[in-house]
């Protein structure tokens, strides 16, 4: 039976919406496949484009590059060879034409290659036609000059010169010189061309100078400057001829009396007026009237000698005796008479010539090398004597006015005193009753002298203290010498202090050299008697029913020296007819020299301050000795069953080879290094300064494997910083070549030694390199400041931090600090000493009263830092930035993408890393400047935590003293919010425990349940874990 039809419909109703579902889901399936295909098509095209366009910006650079490097293609360009097939080819290339990449049109693809051509000659047509027409054959032959790297600007005229005969256009200078390359230069050249493969001659010539003119400046004018007559004057002649051209040929100078001007200028006083009264008129006649002089010159002096030959010895003396000149009025020059014969070195140097002796660079009295600042080592006695020679010799008279330079002042006005010939020389020594004291907290060097009849003070020490001075009968002072100084002006009763002793005397103004105050027989006679202990060195004297002991300084003397010529006064020069005299050397210490530039480095100072470098201004002069042995001498432990260390030299190239001479000649010259025949040997390197200069450091690295290791620690710079609160003047003292100041233990020398292609060396004094060497260092400094370290005293090395609340207190302390020095003969730089500043650099951070910040130099550096393209720069900057990590809120968690990137294999840069980078940047320039710690106030402690990490501040007051911060990892970012905080609080309290043990503190958190944490029930490991720690705190 037949369906009924109301059936069928509705079957066929239901399959046909079954099939329009199953389509409609069809169509939104195509339809999202479409969408998708759209979206990825359209990312595909921005990509193309992007690619595209950095293409044609990236060879529109390089058709920029091509177009200076490469000439225009001109069709009368020499590089086309348009004189003929016939022509000879003397040079060959690609020419212009040729050349695949010019003319890009900017469309982003290359033209295709085209085959070389071969290139005509190198002059034009004009230019063949001038030579064919001047000249009938071939040029003469001319090699082209080679350069191995030794003379730059020689090589460089040469060249020149043959560039102006072949008339060789620029674009072959480069090619034809380099191809003349050998040595050290080709070794050059092959480093230098992969950065610059076309360079162009001047910029080649610019690039060799830097290179290889090592240790001077390319400067003719400069040079021509410094050539002098130091020896013969043929040797001068030649010298002033070499530099001259040089000069010329630079600067096309011509002018001859100019010339003439210098040449007569650089020559020796002695021959310079002889040549100048012949008025020469060009330089030839210069040279010939100098030769005649010099002639002269020698044969007056063998006159002498003849005349002095029963003074003389049988050798040359080094030094020729002149006769004074009369015209001059100067004092009777003294011949220094030579030793006796009996005391004279018998050596093979003493059969040598004066002559010979100086070629060979020997001293003449020892025979050692000869250097600037040479001492010889055995103690000399020298007899100074005058007589009558055959030809007649005038002394001179004194000058009225010389003598009567106080005739305003009427005689019968005049009050006599007397004072030690010393005195006015500034002369000090060991055996004088010199002692440090204060006048109003102004540091003074006081005198008792005995020979001294009044009492003086300087003006200087007037002027600092404002000393109130009255007018007195003026008082003329005689020195033992025979000069005369003026005084006349008084100082009232003024109190001063030796020692934490008080005194008081009346004092006459007077400017006497070496010291501040002269005590003389005026205040004996007050103080009652004075009891010298010379072997102690100890002077006993009694105040009221007090007795006094005061401990007299043995410092090494600064001495300034007067003139070596016998001053005779008028009385003396009329009744005597020889003067006998006799010179011993008395003083063994060795005698720094003041630098020169001393009162201007210190001009900005405050005037008590300047008083303080002055007083001990030897610690700022250049030591002439080796530093003493102290208790602290260097030591090299080796472990048991080691072989001495030998190591085949390292190669240098020429011009480093020069630069290691010229230093270990110097190093030979201050002592710090002898000659060795140690079977130990390490090779040396040369390491670039900032300044451009090079160092030279040994390689000790398989010395200090063998070595044991001295644990001696290292001061914390954190610890350090916390103990400057309430500071607000500051001085920091940098030590001169720090670990060159310590001496070398005597056993341990021969470990030292090191090759180089001169020879075997080993040093006397602490190398740089050593294991040992920055342990050894600070155990030194900690036991000369000991007493005061913490106290005003900070240490880190060879820097020296002197801190105090008050501008008198600092005074005193950084008079300790330089005494101290002093006594240990311990050198500074002062050009790299701030002194007195109220904000200093101290290991990288700027400290004021305000507070510790960062240094703007680092936070420059990082700013500027360049984005890591491997591990190694990842690592460098991380390092630095991590070094004030605790001026940064939050830098755990910034640094937390860059940190990641450290682990093995996982260094691939991204935009996440590329943020981090740049927001640590910014956080690098935006650090507050922390408050130092307090200990006698409680501190704050405020921690929170994130779903990415904790961090915590540590406070005084309002003021942060440091941050704290930590990514957190997978593990513990699935802990609960409870956990996380609890984490943080625990953390910040380790972190921070030496600032809390012992100290009343208040935790502050935004969690409440943190706030009844003592109270809790004990539930979990970290829960147990605090309350053990809470135990050492008081919150």
Not at 381 to 405: C, I, K, R
């Amino acid at each position: 039976m037949p369906p009924k039809k109301d059936t069928v419909e509705g079957h066929n109703g239901e399959l046909l919406t079954q099939i329009l579902t199953t389509m409609e889901g069809q169509f939104a399936s195509l339809r999202q496949e479409i969408a998708t295909s759209k979206e990825a098509s359209s990312r595909m095209e921005q990509r193309y484009e992007s690619t595209n366009t950095q293409i044609g910006s990236r060879i529109d650079q390089l058709e920029t590059l091509f177009a200076k490097l490469l000439p225009p293609n001109n069709p009368k360009s020499p590089l086309l060879g348009t004189v003929g097939a016939s022509t000879p080819v003397l040079g060959a290339g690609p020419s212009s034409a040729a050349t695949p990449h010019t003319n890009f049109g900017g469309s982003g693809k290359l033209p295709p290659h085209t085959p070389k051509k071969n290139l005509g000659p190198i002059f034009s047509e004009s230019e063949s036609e001038l030579h064919s027409s001047n000249h009938k054959g071939p040029l003469p032959r001319l090699d082209f000059p080679s350069f191995d790297g030794s003379d730059v600007t020689s090589w460089e005229e040469d060249c020149e010169f043959y560039f102006e005969v072949f008339q060789t256009p620029e674009i072959y200078k480069t090619r034809m010189a380099t191809t003349h390359f050998s040595g050290d230069a080709r070794e050059w050249y092959r480093g230098f061309k992969m950065d610059n493969p076309h360079p162009p001659w001047p910029i080649l010539v610019e690039e060799l100078k830097a290179s290889f003119i090592v240790g001077q400046v390319d400067n003719p004018l400069e040079e021509f400057r410094k050539v002098i007559h130091l020896g013969k004057i043929d040797d001068y002649i030649k010298n002033f001829e070499k530099v001259r051209s040089r000069l010329m040929s630079t600067t096309k100078m011509k002018d001859t009396n100019f010339y003439l001007l210098a040449f007569l200028s650089g020559l020796r006083e002695e021959i310079k007026h002889t040549v100048g009264l012949c008025e020469p008129s060009n330089l030839n006649q210069a040279y010939k009237f100098a030769r005649q002089a010099e002639l002269a010159l020698e044969g007056q002096e063998r006159k002498v000698r003849m005349m002095l030959r029963p003074m003389l010895p049988s050798t040359n003396n080094p030094r020729a005796f002149q006769l004074p000149d009369s015209t001059e009025r100067k004092p009777l020059h003294l011949l220094p008479a030579p030793p006796n014969k009996t005391v004279t070195p018998q050596s093979e140097t003493a059969k040598m010539s004066f002559e010979t002796m100086r070629k060979l660079g020997l001293c003449y009295w020892c025979g050692e090398k000869y250097y600037q600042g040479h001492k010889c080592q055995k103690k000399r006695v020298h007899l100074l004597e005058a007589s009558e020679l055959e030809a007649e010799v005038q002394l001179p008279e004194t000058d009225e006015e010389e003598g009567n330079q106080f005739q305003g002042i009427e005689e019968a006005t005049f009050e006599q005193a007397d004072i030690s010939m010393c005195l006015p020389q500034g002369v000090s020594n060991s055996q004088t009753l010199k002692f440090k004291g204060f006048i109003h907290q102004i540091p003074i060097l006081a005198l008792i002298d005995s020979g001294s009849t009044h009492s003086f003070i300087h003006p200087s020490i007037v002027q600092m203290n404002n000393v109130p001075t009255v007018p007195s009968p003026p008082m003329l002072v005689k020195t033992a010498s025979g000069s005369t100084l003026l005084s006349d002006l008084k100082c009232q009763p003024l109190k001063f202090e030796l020692q934490q002793h008080q005194f008081e005397g009346e004092f006459r103004v007077l400017e006497v050299q070496g010291y501040d105050v002269i005590l003389g027989m005026d205040w004996i006679a007050k103080v009652g008697p004075l009891i010298i202990d010379c072997v102690q060195g100890v002077v006993t004297l009694k105040q009221g029913d007090n007795t006094i002991s005061l401990q007299v300084q043995h410092e090494i003397a600064e001495v300034k020296l007067c003139q070596g010529e016998l001053c005779i006064t008028k009385e003396q020069q009329k009744g005597s007819d020889i003067i006998f005299a006799q010179l011993f050397i008395t003083q063994p210490n060795p005698i720094s020299v003041l630098p020169p530039s001393l009162p201007e480095q210190i001009s900005h100072l405050p005037l008590p301050l300047q008083q303080v470098v002055f007083n001990y201004s030897s610690v700022f002069s250049e030591p002439s000795s080796l530093p003493p042995s102290r208790p602290i001498d260097h030591q090299i432990p080796l472990k048991s069953d080691v072989t001495p260390v030998n190591i085949r030299p390292y190669r240098f190239s020429h011009f480093q080879k020069l630069e290691i001479e010229k230093i270990v000649e110097e190093l030979l010259v201050n002592g710090y290094i002898r000659a060795s025949t140690s079977p130990f040997a390490s090779p040396i390197l040369l390491v670039k300064k900032k300044d451009q200069s090079w160092r030279l450091c040994v390689d000790y690295r398989k010395l200090n494997d063998i070595t044991v290791k001295n644990k001696f620690p290292i001061p914390i710079i954190d610890d350090l910083l916390d103990e400057l609160h309430g500071a607000k003047y500051f001085s920091k003292i940098d030590l001169k070549s720090g670990y060159h100041q310590i001496r070398m233990f005597e056993g341990d020398i021969s470990k030292t030694a090191f090759r180089t292609h001169m020879g075997h060396y080993e040093f006397t004094v602490m190398p740089f390199g050593l294991t040992n060497a920055p342990a050894t260092f600070q155990a030194l400094m900690n036991s000369i400041f000991k007493p005061f370290l913490r106290k005003f005293v900070l240490v880190f090395f060879d820097d020296i931090l002197v801190y105090s609340n008050t501008l008198e207190d600092h005074i005193h302390h950084l008079s300790t600090t330089l005494q101290l020095l002093m006594d240990n003969q311990l050198y500074a730089k002062l050009s790299k000493c701030e002194l007195g500043t109220n904000k200093v650099e101290y290991l990288g951070h700027l400290i004021t009263e305000e507070g510790v910040s960062t240094d703007p130099s680092k936070v420059e550096a990082m700013t500027t830092w360049p984005t890591p393209q491997n591990i190694k720069q990842l690592r460098g900057f991380l390092g630095l930035t991590g070094y004030y990590r605790k001026f940064v809120r939050n830098y755990g968690m910034i640094s937390k993408p860059l940190t990641e990137l450290l682990k093995k294999d996982a260094f691939k840069w991204g935009p996440e890393a590329q943020e981090a980078f740049n927001l640590l940047k910014l956080a690098m320039t935006t650090t507050p400047v922390l408050a130092l710690p307090d200990f006698d106030q409680p501190f704050i402690l405020e921690t929170d935590a994130s779903q990415l990490g904790i961090g915590a501040v540590l406070m005084q007051g309002k003021r942060p003293l440091a941050y704290f911060s930590k990514g957190l990892g997978v593990k513990n970012q699935g802990l609960s919010t409870y956990e996380k905080e609890l984490l943080a609080l625990v953390s910040a309290v380790t972190k921070w425990k030496h600032y809390l043990i012992g100290a009343t503190f208040i935790i502050r958190t935004d969690h409440i349940s943190l706030k009844h944490l003592l109270e809790q029930r004990v539930n979990t490991a970290m829960q147990h874990k605090v309350s053990v720690n809470c135990w050492d705190y008081i919150m």
